[in-house]
Nanobody, 116 residues
């Protein structure tokens, strides 16, 4: 069974940091594009950061300079380092891996809450 499992979420004060991890199992994801999305309460799901197989990365304007996406294909994993967190970063964060015309998989989501 193919799975993506997120970890590392939780409650943090404004200005704090968290590191999200997404670990894959059941198949290799080394040939896929890896993406973090988030969905705040009452809002649409939005792209946060994406990293290609060539390590080219793309960020939403709202997180540029604060978040860093990375991947470790040997561990079948992806990460999101989040610094200088703000209340507006509060959301459920989802990892996604896809390869065009081949597959797409989603994690179950993990809550990140930024509050004092």
């Amino acid at each position: 069974q193919v799975q993506l499992v997120e970890s590392g979420g939780g409650l943090v004060q404004p200005g704090g940091s968290l590191r999200l991890s997404c670990s894959g199992s059941g198949r290799t994801f080394a040939d896929g594009t890896m993406t973090w999305y988030r969905q705040a309460l009452g809002a649409q799901r939005e792209l946060v950061a994406r990293i290609s197989t060539l390590r080219n990365s793309h960020y939403a304007d709202s997180v540029k300079g604060r978040f860093t996406i990375s991947r470790d294909d040997a561990k079948n994993s992806m990460y999101l380092q989040m610094n200088d967190l703000r209340p507006e970063d509060t959301a459920v964060y989802y990892c996604n891996v896809y390869r065009v015309s081949s597959y797409t998989y989603w994690g179950q989501g993990i809550q990140v809450t930024v509050s004092s």
